[in-house]
């Protein structure tokens, strides 16, 4: 007989029950607390470090800023010390006087022995020309004054010199305050023969003083570009 029982078919799945539980899934691990907690404190580090920078800043601004209002009562700061520098450069008083190179021919201009100065070509700042010879001090202060003579013919009596005199106003007694020799050879020769006498002094001058450059003899002056100057500037 045949057994009716048994057979290779494999039995039908078993339905699903309604009350049955669903499979559920199993969510990622939490970071530990430990980790949490470093990182919460390295934020707090940031916020920390970034308001102390903040506060150091500020404090170094406001220091800073009552230190320029200290120097500069102005308060405008390094802009306004950097022009009124400027503007106090420019007011500085200076003269560079030319020589004229018309030739003193006059017995009484050559006895005297004042050069002379071309005014059209000389640099004047807050100093008064006075006859063209003396240099009026408008400031006070002190100047470093500076000459240079150059002679083109000796003289067989006396040494070549040039003086710089200073007197206290117009009508003041003149004094000598810077003087430089220099010699030359009167030797008949083809060859021209030149000599300079340079000389820098600082003087302290005052309001009204008057300054000048004076040589034994006006025809003895190389009056060529350059040759022969004479200057000053305040300090």
Request: net charge positive; hydrophobic share 65%; proline share 18%.
């Given at each position: 007989m045949i057994n009716t029982y048994h057979t290779s078919l494999a039995p039908p799945p078993v339905p699903p029950r309604l009350g049955a539980s669903q499979p559920?899934?199993?969510?990622?691990?939490?970071?530990s607390r430990g980790h949490s907690k470093s990182l919460v404190r390295f934020l707090l580090g940031v916020v920390l470090l970034h308001l102390f920078l903040s506060v150091a800043g500020f404090i170094y601004l406001y220091h800073n800023d009552i230190k320029l209002s200290f120097q500069h009562p102005s308060g405008k700061g390094n802009f306004a010390?950097?022009?009124a520098e400027k503007k106090e450069t420019s007011d500085?008083?200076?003269a560079r006087m030319v020589v004229t190179q018309k030739l003193h021919t006059s017995s009484q201009t050559s006895e005297l022995g004042y050069l002379q100065w071309d005014m059209s070509h000389s640099i004047l700042r807050n100093i008064r020309p006075y006859y063209n010879?003396?240099?009026t001090i408008l400031q006070p202060g002190d100047y470093y004054v500076y000459s240079r003579v150059t002679f083109s013919k000796g003289d067989s009596v006396r040494a070549l010199v040039s003086r710089v005199k200073l007197r206290d106003n117009e009508t003041g007694t003149e004094k000598v305050v810077m003087q430089a020799y220099c010699n030359l050879n009167v030797s008949k020769s083809p060859i021209p023969h030149l000599c300079t006498a340079t000389q820098g002094e600082l003087i302290t001058l005052e309001k009204g003083n008057q300054l000048s450059l004076w040589v034994q003899d006006l025809s003895l002056v190389n009056y060529e570009d350059g040759a022969t100057t004479f200057g000053m500037y305040k300090l």
């Open positions: 559920v899934l199993i969510p990622a691990p939490l970071p010390f950097i022009s500085k008083a200076l010879s003396w240099l």
